[in-house]
Structure formats: C-alpha cells, structure tokens
C-alpha cells in the first residue's frame, strides 16, 4: 500500500482535468472529459485480467488495476476521476463484487473507490458499473420521441454479458437491496441442442456452468463453436468458416465474413449462440411493458450487425410474445436496436455519471 502525493498545480497551470476511464476485459481506456465536448487525449492499454495473465493471482490483478488508475490520474494531474467498470458492484457505495472477464470467479469484494481515495489524498473518485455508464451516455443523446420513452434497457454483449435499465421518467436506474442490477450473464440457461442427445455444456467465467455468458459472450460464441467443431458437427468439415479458419483468418472477422457468405455452419453456430439471449429478451419484455428499447452494444452485437439481428428475429419467429406478437407479429425486434459506434461509450458515461455532471445526460 502506498499513497501518492499529488502535484501541486501552480497559479499559472491550466485548471486540471477531468480524467474518464473506462476498465473492461479486454482494454483499460482514459481520456480527458469535458461536459458537451469530445473527449480528449484517449489512452489505451491492453486490460490486465486472468485471461492476459493466467499466472497473476486476483489479488495482484486488483492492485495492478489500482496501480494503472492512481498512476494514470497523478501523471496527468488531475483532481477528480470517473470510472466506468466493467464489474458486478453496489451501485450505491461503489463496492465491487467481482468481475468474470477481469478476476475470473474471484469473488472477494474491493472497497475501489476508498482505496484509491486513500492513495491520492485530495482527488475525487466516482465509479460505475460500465453498462450503467453506457447507457447513460446512450440516453444524453436521444432526441425526443413522440410518445416519449418510458424505458431503456442497455445490454452489452462483449467479452461478458450484463444490462440495465434506465427509467427516463426518474432518471434513474433502480437497484436491489445489494445495489444491483442486470446481471443477467450469469442465470442459468438451457445448453444448446444440436441434435437429438447432443447437447453442449460450457463452463462461464464465473466458474459456473450453462450461463447466459458461456454461450453468448464473445467467449461464449468462440467456445461454443469449438464444442460443436470437437462434437464433429456435420457442418464444420465443408464450411466456408473453417476454409477461412484454415487460411489465417481471425475468428471475428471469418465469421462475419461466412455469415455474410451465408455459410450453414455460421448461421447454425450464431442461431445456437443467439438462442438463451432472444429467451432472456422475451422473458425480459413479457414482465416489464414499459421497456421501449431495447440498446445491444459490445463486439459481437455491433461486429455482427444485421446478421445478429437476423438471429434473435429467426428466435422470436418460432417464439414470440404471448397474445403480444399476434397482434404485432414485429412487435419484439421493433423495440431491439444495435447502437450506433461511439453512441453508447462507457469512457464518455464515466464522465456524466459524476454527480455534479448528471444534469449533462438529461434526455
Ligand atoms: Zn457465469
């Protein structure tokens, strides 16, 4: 434990910063933020988590994440700081809970924004779940609709899977009794079936097994297609993914581009990875009315675009909403979009959830 004593700032120096960062499980970001303007001077760096290191214990990677943002806020002077997590938190204190893509199933909890307040005596820290800030970056930019939006529900679907909702009549993102919401990459979902008595069953980052997260996530996605490939899925051995696979090409990239071939294996592997989301949106839809859209955000929706839309709308084809999708057989993709990139960016929301910012985001 160390603390950092700050640089004192001269009468001449320019006022301090706002310094945003954004921490998921791929990349930890930062840049300067300032209400209404772009950011500026975006930094980053690849994240350290259990996959980057699989030596490193949780321990270590926490204090590394401490060390990177204390280091980072202190070299480029700043006085307060906004921090976009991607983690499981009391959304109240600022408590983290654990983090699958960061600390795997590590789940000893870490007071964030004490222990970087008690390292840099004097600067101001606020820290969020990464979806919340998201989303709230999403909802500062919505034009106004007639009839207004009641709900927003944000989902990201990336290296993990989490949502939340945002209530635009109060502002505000109700919480449980533990401060959470949305933590949906982890329920339980039914393993894909491929064919009769062929399941697949996926471990989840978290140490559990046949979450939403093990078969939707990137990961999830990546994972599934390798059970199904060592499975010998009759599709794998002439498709155009594995030619592509074959040839060098990265996994993202030959995917999109076999989906976009029409590749049967590809359309098979994202209708079997897309099926526990469309089940986990339907379910979400039919108990609460209210949620007028629907913002996936995160790689695989937005790598994917059209062709991840065209999965949930083949689920919500052969399942929709009861009575519901009767009368309005488009009722359920109607309220689903993709965001645009850059629209829904947790480094820009790390920055408008700090309290005296959250006028800035007001729809
Ligand atoms: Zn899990």
């Not at 980072?72 to 983290?96: E, I, K, P, Y």
């Not at 592997?269 to 526990?276: C, D, K, N, V």
């Not at 790598?303 to 359920?332: C, K, M, Q, V, W």
Request: proline share 7%; with cysteine.
């Amino acid at each position: 434990m160390h603390t950092v004593p700050l640089r004192a700032t001269a009468a001449s120096d320019p006022a301090p910063p706002t310094l945003v960062f954004d921490i998921g499980g791929t990349w930890f970001r930062s840049a300067h933020f300032s209400p209404g303007r772009p950011l500026a001077q975006v930094q980053h760096r690849p994240a350290l988590s259990f996959h980057s290191d699989r030596q490193a214990s949780p321990a270590s990677l926490k204090e590394g994440l401490i060390a990177y943002l204390v280091d980072t806020a202190v070299g480029q002077g700043a006085r307060q700081c906004g921090v976009s997590l991607g983690a499981a938190m009391d959304a109240r204190s600022g408590q983290v809970y654990g983090s699958g893509p960061l600390w795997g199933s590590d789940s000893g909890t870490l007071d964030l924004p004490g222990e970087l307040a008690r390292r840099t005596p004097g600067m101001r820290w606020q820290v969020a779940n990464d979806v919340t800030c998201a989303l709230l970056h999403y909802a500062s930019q919505l034009a106004p609709q007639s009839p207004p939006l009641r709900k927003i529900m944000l989902i990201t679907v990336s290296t993990g899977i989490a949502c939340r909702t945002l209530d635009l009549r109060t502002r505000e993102v109700p919480v449980d009794s533990f401060g959470l919401q949305g933590e949906i990459g982890h329920l339980p979902v039914a393993p894909p079936q491929w064919a009769p008595r062929r399941t697949v069953d996926l471990r989840c980052d978290c140490g559990g097994h046949n979450h939403l997260a093990a078969f939707s996530s990137g990961r999830g996605l990546r994972n599934l297609h390798r059970a199904l490939r060592d499975q010998g899925h009759p599709l794998w051995a002439g498709s155009l993914l594995a030619r592509l696979r074959a040839a060098g090409a990265a996994h993202e990239a030959a995917l999109a581009e076999a989906l976009q071939a029409g590749d049967p294996y590809a359309l098979m592997l994202l209708h079997l990875s897309t099926r526990a989301m469309a089940d986990t949106l339907r379910c979400a839809l039919a108990l609460d009315p209210e949620l007028d859209r629907i913002v996936l955000t995160g790689g695989v929706s937005t790598h994917l675009g059209e062709h991840y839309l065209r999965a949930l709308a083949s689920h919500f084809d052969e399942a929709g909403l009861y009575l519901t999708s009767r009368f309005d057989p488009g009722y359920i993709m109607s309220r689903i979009v993709i965001a645009t990139p850059g629209s829904a960016d947790g480094l820009y929301g790390a920055g408008l959830q700090m309290r005296e910012m959250a006028r800035e985001w007001t729809p």
